[in-house]
C-alpha cells in the first residue's frame, strides 16, 4: 500500500506539514499531482460538487484550473486531532474577463493509516477584489519560504 507521511495521527507539527505539502502540490496546478495525496475512493465535497475518487477529483480540478486563472493559493493550519486536520485558505484567481476574486474557505480532511486522505469537506466564499488589492504576489508554483502566510496578512 502506498503511504504518504507524514502519518496520523498528527502532532501540530506533522498537521502543519501536511498542510504546506498539500499548499504546494495546489499551487502547482497539476491535477495528476494532486490526486496523488488521495484515497482511490476519497469522498469530496467543494461548494455543490462532490466528487467521489480520484478520476473525479482529477476532472472537478482540470474544470477548477481552466476557470480559475493564475491561481495562488496559501493554507494554515487551524486544528488536528488524530487523523483530522482543519485548515483554513485563501486564494487569489481571476476570470477569463479579467475578474480578480479572493476566495477565503476551510476545509475539513480525514486520512487514512497510510496518510491518504480519505475526505474533504471545503466551504468556499468569493469576494471580487480590484487587481490593486492583491496581496498574493509570486510567480506561479509553490509560494516562497519568506512570503507572509494568511494570519501575517491579516486573512
Do not use: C
Not at 72 to 78: D, T
Amino acid at each position: 500500500m502506498e503511504t504518504k507521511p507524514p502519518l496520523p495521527p498528527f502532532t501540530p507539527e506533522t498537521a502543519a506539514q501536511k498542510v504546506r505539502m498539500a499548499e504546494d502540490a495546489w499551487n502547482s496546478r497539476d491535477p495528476d499531482r494532486v490526486v496523488q495525496v488521495y484515497t482511490d475512493n476519497t469522498q469530496w465535497r467543494n461548494r455543490a460538487e462532490f466528487p467521489v475518487g480520484r478520476e473525479q477529483v482529477r476532472a472537478f480540478l482540470q474544470r477548477k484550473w481552466a476557470r480559475e486563472l493564475d491561481y495562488r493559493l496559501i493554507k494554515e493550519l487551524w486544528a488536528t486531532a488524530g487523523n483530522r486536520i482543519a485548515v483554513r485558505f485563501a486564494y487569489e484567481w481571476h476570470d477569463d474577463a479579467n475578474q480578480w476574486f479572493r476566495s477565503y474557505g476551510n476545509e475539513n480532511w480525514e486520512f487514512n493509516e497510510f496518510g491518504l486522505m480519505r475526505r474533504r469537506f471545503a466551504s468556499i466564499n468569493d469576494l471580487p477584489i480590484k487587481i490593486e488589492d492583491r496581496l498574493f504576489h509570486w510567480e506561479l508554483g509553490r509560494r516562497p519560504d519568506d512570503h507572509p502566510g494568511l494570519s501575517d496578512l491579516g486573512l
